[in-house]
């Protein structure tokens, strides 16, 4: 197979020098949005390197173990096609239920143990905690990764959901790379004083939920077993008003010549280069339809006047509804 050169970036000032413009997030991939199918994950998967794209992104929680398994059998005999990001230290029983946090330095060491195991190589490109836990300083939980980055089964250190003041602690403690957070046309709050702080110390940002979840493409929650139809933006009278928002996106697109996926991972890259951060758009395409329109984003030029305009038709506090539920929300450093 060949492989192509998408558009890349680099990822911060420490971080890897060649990164593919989008990335493939592949959380959807082991049910969280409902039934997957294997095979046609593992095709979306070549698909995306033989595309170019060297960034895959995963979380060791997600399925428990189940997503790294399955990328494991998709890289083999194509690792060094792509860059592993992992998150850890999401905590969950057998009924698939989030029971908190462990970021404690014997659990850092005892996590990415399992993810070497699972995914079958002897390093990751990018470890990420999930989300900071409360009960253990982020200087420790990043002492630690650092020792893994010293004993070569780590190459470098990310972060994710976290605040300006985490950023700060960590990044004395060891390079930090990337932030993972959530940013969207709909979820810019990272803008006010995070990225800033992001640019300062050089670090990147791999952004997910590009697409609120499927929201800005129109799509909605499959049943009980899709994780979203627990989300604030997908239900009640929040998902109607939220449906006028992505019928005015999917008119704004039309006369653009794309899809309204397409026009929000542009705007994520567009505007990313606007604040002068490294940024990287995480798309969770499940099937070679969607890896391919979400590709696409990356033919379409998005202009200051096409900026204004579609900023103008979905203002940053147009949507209903906050992105996780009341608890969940809580939890996030990032919104502190």
Aim: charged content about 20%; proline content about 4%.
């Amino acid at each position: 197979m060949t492989t192509t050169t998408l558009a890349s970036t680099r990822l911060g000032f420490r971080g890897p020098q060649s990164v593919s413009a989008i990335g493939l997030g592949a959380m959807g991939m082991s049910g969280m949005y409902g039934a997957s199918d294997e095979a046609a994950s593992i095709a979306t998967i070549h698909a995306a390197l033989d595309a170019g794209v060297n960034l895959v992104d995963t979380g060791d929680f997600y399925g428990m173990g189940h997503n790294e398994m399955l990328i494991g059998r998709a890289l083999k005999g194509r690792r060094d096609q792509a860059l592993i990001s992992v998150k850890f230290g999401a905590l969950r029983d057998p009924s698939s239920g989030w029971i908190g946090m462990d970021g404690r330095p014997a659990a850092v060491k005892n996590f990415l143990a399992y993810t070497l195991q699972r995914l079958g190589t002897d390093h990751i490109d990018i470890y990420r905690i999930a989300r900071l836990d409360p009960n253990v300083p982020i200087e420790d939980t990043i002492g630690a990764m650092a020792d893994m980055v010293k004993a070569g089964f780590v190459r470098h250190i990310g972060l994710s959901e976290v605040g300006v003041d985490t950023i700060r602690k960590a990044h004395a403690v060891h390079p930090i790379t990337d932030l993972q957070i959530e940013y969207s046309l709909i979820s810019r709050a990272p803008e006010a004083e995070i990225f800033p702080v992001l640019k300062q110390l050089g670090i990147g940002v791999t952004a997910y939920g590009v697409l609120s979840r499927g929201l800005l493409s129109g799509s909605k929650p499959t049943g009980p077993g899709d994780f979203r139809a627990h989300l604030p933006r997908f239900t009640g009278d929040n998902a109607v008003k939220n449906q006028q928002l992505v019928d005015l996106l999917h008119q704004l697109a039309g006369g653009l010549g794309a899809t309204a996926s397409q026009v929000a991972i542009a705007w994520v890259l567009a505007r990313g280069k606007a604040l002068g951060v490294d940024m990287v758009a995480l798309v969770g395409s499940r099937t070679l339809k969607q890896l391919d329109e979400s590709l696409g984003a990356l033919k379409l030029q998005l202009g200051s006047e096409d900026l204004q305009r579609i900023e103008a038709a979905l203002p940053a506090d147009a949507v209903a509804g906050t992105r996780y539920g009341a608890e969940q929300m809580s939890h996030l450093d990032s919104e502190k």
